[in-house]
């Protein structure tokens, strides 16, 4: 044991990990499989203040992000979870800089790329096409196609994703295609129903996040999933996304499992 400056016991960094395995895998141990939600959305936030408490840029704390990517599909991939949506990149966000824009574009596009290479996930793109960069879009669709067949974790990317233009985007799809059968504006406002929209999202087809996590600390959802999220559970951490560990998901799916989803009834 050392002692620090301010008096405090601090302990080898050895023994350090070796206590968090040691909780990590007793969390583990008392996990329900049988409660573990089958979609878990993720807003993987607090890149660039996790470069600046470490002193480094905000590259590479989007660098770090990503990196952690693979990690955390493969706690998932451990504890049978189905459906993962991560939120890399948000409409706002194409709003920013060119400077710290075209290298974060740059990192998602290898972090797609990986999760593509991998062989275990299919992947696939949520959000609007038209508002990110060609090779951005040809990255996500060829990533897409090449996967399409992997039996593993379906992992949605949401990249130019912003949950209010996920609803007007799946309205425009049903009013073109009801259209395109010949209907009129009153026959579709007198028979439109929730299923007509919920099949126009990005996520159509999908079950709904059973789970949604934010790093970071923030306690909101930003648009994140508007329309699907309407009975999901929350859960806040307050690390930064790179810094996310194995026991912040597990309590994260033990939270989860404590509680008694009513569904408003």
Known sequence: MLQSSRGRTRYPRWLRRLVYRLYAHRVEGRLDHEQVPKHIGVILDGNRRW?????????????????????????????????????????????????????????????????????????????????????????????????????????????????????????????????????????????????????HLYTRGQPDPDLVIRTSGEQRLSGFMLWQSAHSEYYFCDVFWPAFRKVDFLRALRDYAARHRRYGG
């Open 51 to 199: 470069a600046r408490a470490s002193g480094g840029t905000t590259e590479q704390g989007h660098q770090a992000g990503a990196e952690k990517i693979r990690e955390m599909l493969g706690w998932c991939a451990e504890t049978d979870v189905e459906v993962v949506t991560l939120w890399l990149l948000s409409t706002d966000n194409l709003s920013r800089p060119a400077e710290e824009l075209r290298p974060l574009l740059g990192i998602i596009e290898d972090a797609v790329r990986d999760l593509a290479s991998d062989g275990r996930w299919r992947v696939h793109h949520v959000g609007t096409p038209d508002l990110l960069p060609d090779h951005t879009q040809r990255v996500l669709k060829e990533a897409e196609e090449s996967t399409r067949d992997n039996r593993g974790i379906l992992v949605n990317v949401a990249v130019g994703y912003g949950g209010r233009q996920e609803i007007v985007d799946a309205v425009r799809s049903l009013l073109a295609d009801r259209a395109a059968r010949g209907a009129t504006l009153e026959e579709l406002a007198e028979d439109l129903a929730l299923e007509d929209i919920a099949e």
